[in-house]
């Protein structure tokens, strides 16, 4: 029952017709016609409006019975009964945020079936028009009691805690805000990948394989950094954000790769990440060093993945066959335009596609008659082994092909991610 010929008495008489109903969900109906008033208020004012109305049964007899339609129910038909429990609502989100550090907060509710029922059953015979959701007030009005228990706010974009009430279940789920700490590693050893590797065979459940420990790798980038950022900040988990990664059997050095690691559902939101970089340094010692640590927020993971940063390479290979003259004017005429299709030691997870990379520059920087070391400046996803190797003719030109002998990588370094202060701020 809803329209512009039914006047606010009409409405609010429709919804007491369909059964007895507490202040807060008759004034919720009409939520959106007056600010100033909460639900409650703005519920105890019409039902005194409709007794007072001489059309309403009764004569108004300060001894005659009201009419059982404006009576203060026991119990709400709409939310049942649910605004007499507000401070047990509140206080179980306060339970579950325990001894978590936040400063600001937002509630949640999920709707039981038989609520989210009742409710379209009203709006069904009355409309919605004036009408406020259920589980907005249900949200505001705990809102209010958290934030005057625990002395924090509500903030409605970027909360740090989210109290998800569970009406069905009793219960209060929380969802905890990441925080962000950006930086710069250096890997000094081989044979460890960037980020945790999960056996191919269990996916991480644990098999003969793998020795039971789900990973192909036992360490990791990742790993050894989070260990120390886990243990400060109470944290249940990190996720590693990488500007690019390398090859797992190479070095990562000069001034670092940038990443960010996003510390996940954490107990402590701040912590003296000057010590935090020491402590993960001492723990790492030998395997990987990371630098200029801070706090930033998740547009820097955005931007870290969006970018695609040039990369400087030191590749020692070996060029027995090959002379020095050779070997630089090898180098010169792979220099510009590169077509490379999918190596194939990476065929099984990269679709095979033929890719254009640019190789800006390639240097000779040491020759000793059965090695070299060159030094390479290229383009963004250009695969430096196969530019030298050639992997059977899938890359062209490459260093084998122009010199017409067999070259490869047998040590490869990264030196430096190029553009990256730009896109993490430094």
């Given amino acids: 029952m809803s329209g512009d010929d039914k006047t606010i008495p009409d409405i609010a008489r429709a919804i007491l017709d369909e059964g007895l109903i507490c202040d807060h969900c008759l004034g919720r109906q009409f939520a959106k016609l007056s600010t100033g008033l909460t639900n409650r208020e703005r519920g105890a004012a019409i039902r005194l409006v409709l007794a007072m109305t001489a059309d309403m049964a009764g004569t108004g007899d300060d001894d005659e019975p009201m009419h059982p339609d404006l009576r203060i129910p026991e119990r709400c038909w709409v939310c049942n009964g649910i605004f007499e429990e507000l401070d047990l609502w509140a206080s179980r989100a306060i339970d579950a945020i325990g001894g978590r550090e936040y400063e600001t907060f937002l509630v949640g509710t999920r709707l039981s079936g038989l609520l989210s029922e009742n409710e379209e059953l009203l709006w069904e015979a009355v409309g919605t028009d004036h009408a406020e959701p259920l589980k907005s007030e249900i949200n505001r009005e705990v809102g209010k009691l958290i934030a005057s228990a625990a002395g924090k706010e509500v903030n409605f974009t970027e909360p740090d805690i989210v109290c998800l009430l569970e009406i069905a279940e009793g219960t209060v789920q929380l969802q905890i805000r990441s925080e962000y700490i950006c930086g710069r590693y250096q890997k000094l050893v081989r044979g460890i990948p960037q980020t945790r590797w999960h056996c191919r065979e269990c996916r991480g459940a644990g098999c003969e394989r793998c020795g039971f420990t789900g990973k192909m790798y036992q360490e ?89 940063h040039d990369k400087v ?54 020759f000793s008659g059965d090695s070299a070391v060159v030094r390479i400046e290229c383009e963004a996803g250009l695969y430096v082994k196969e530019l030298i190797s050639g992997d059977s003719g899938r890359t062209v030109p490459s260093l084998a092909g122009v010199v017409g002998a067999d070259v490869v990588v047998t040590e490869l370094d990264v030196v430096e991610v190029m553009d990256a202060r730009d896109v993490i701020g430094e």
């Fill in 313 to 366: 390479y030191l590749a020692t290979i070996s060029c027995a066959r090959v002379d020095r003259d050779t070997l630089v004017l090898g180098l010169d005429e792979i220099t510009g335009m590169i077509r490379q299709r999918t190596p194939t030691r990476v065929t099984h997870r990269r679709a095979d596609l033929v890719r254009k990379r640019t190789v800006r520059s390639a240097l000779l920087e040491s």
């Fill in 220 to 308: 990791s980038v990742d790993e050894l950094i989070s260990a120390r950022v886990v243990e400060a900040m109470d944290a249940a988990d990190t996720t590693f954000h990488g500007a690019g990664r390398e090859d797992i059997d190479a070095l990562m050095l000069g001034d670092g790769r940038p990443f960010v690691l996003e510390v996940n559902e954490p107990g402590k939101r701040k912590t003296d990440l000057e010590r935090l970089e020491q402590e993960i340094n001492v723990y790492c010692e030998g395997k990987v060093a990371v630098s200029g640590l801070r706090f930033v927020d998740h547009q820097t993971v955005r931007n870290l993945k969006g970018a695609r």
